[in-house]
């Protein structure tokens, strides 16, 4: 299970398209007593639950999770090592950084405390601009170089927005020859855009055509790297031709991610801030508590009426079942019967199967995929 913990919304950056977008000036963190009552309540769940199921994932995210002190982030993972390694429990950490500003001393505290690290840069768009409205691109470059020459191993996310949708073999170009695994994060903004977002907004069939022409360039030539979701469509497509059905996506038996915002409110994927998302908090409530409570139990109703969809679906049981059960609103898409379409999903795993089918690297890729080392809850869509 992830949890994403927004630390803090501040931010030295202002994204055109990003989601937090009015609290990048808030400078609340989670406080400490918080995070203590919760590891210490977290560790006590985990402890219940079966071997496979007893993982916590924390991605530390914002705004700009490493403006905070480093006294801040050092006292995060020692109430960790108070609560989750007294008790044996395993668990990772990464943070999400948009890495303009990132010190030497910042880069040894990550290492020195084994937090993993995903930077946010998506190449072409000059969507990504700082507080004065410049662009951050070339201190992000420089960052990155010095994290190839520290050797230190980061992932990207690159938003996919109508500023770079036409560049998106040159951004795969990019990353592949570093040799560096990204993710192509469709904008999120479709439902009631703010005017910042109207211009750069994407919709799904070009989105569809962004990740197969990625696609293909990867079956084209041999590939250095994943990129999601193009990797998870390509496990699901794999599944299906080999006949290896998976289990259901059943966030009851073990949730994929809880997003936790700032003040400790706690949500689903699909509907973070909303009030059907809403689990309660974990500041104040155990784990335990919050899904034995009936606004839990919404959220996994909520969840389950969107699932639904998928059962009449040729790939149901072979895909992972997140692109619908946890689809935010802007990946909603409803026939005008009222059923939910799975619009970018079903058809990249379609095309997937078709490229595996008609090329012999596709094929060589099929055989050496190993069916039996997957699963949906081990899937590597970390969410953003």
Known sequence: MHFVMKLSKLCNLRCNYCYEYEELNNKERMPLEGLDFFFR??????????????????????????LLPHSYLRAFKELQRKYL??????????????????????????????ISLGISFDVFGNQRVDIKGND???????????????KIPFAAIMVLHGA???????????????????????????????PRVEPILVSHEETVKALQAVAKAQFAQPTNIKVLPIWDYFKAAV??????????????REEWAYIVNTNGDVYSHGDAYSPDGLM????????????????????????KDRAENCRSCSFYGYCNQLPIAEA???????????KLE???????????????????SGKLLLNSFDVSEDSALKNEMIPS
């Open 164 to 194: 770079n949708i036409d560049y998106v073999l040159p951004s795969y170009e990019f990353y592949n020859d570093l040799h560096i695994n990204y993710r192509m994060l469709p904008i999120f903004s479709h439902n009631d855009p703010p």
């Open 85 to 114: 390694d007294a008790e044996g429990l395993e668990y990772n950490n990464g943070v999400q950084s948009n890495l303009v500003q990132i010190s030497d001393a910042t880069l040894d505290l990550l290492e020195e405390l084994d």
């Open 41 to 66: 309540n977290l560790a006590t769940y985990l402890k219940s639950q079966p071997p496979e199921n007893r993982t916590a994932n924390f991605v530390l995210h914002g705004g700009e999770a490493l």
């Open 280 to 303: 309660g908090n974990i500041f104040r409530q155990s784990l335990s508590d919050i899904k034995q409570s009936a606004e839990y139990k919404h959220t996994i109703s909520v969840r």
């Open 342 to 360: 799975c619009t970018i999903a079903k058809p990249m795993i379609q095309f997937i199967i078709n490229q595996i089918e008609q090329s012999d």
């Open 239 to 252: 599944r299906y031709l080999a006949g290896a059905r998976q289990a259901i996506y059943d966030p009851q």
């Open 136 to 150: 951050s691109q070339d201190r992000v470059l420089d960052n990155m170089q010095r994290l190839i020459d520290r």
């Open 328 to 338: 935010i609103s802007s990946e909603r898409v409803y026939h005008e019967d009222g």
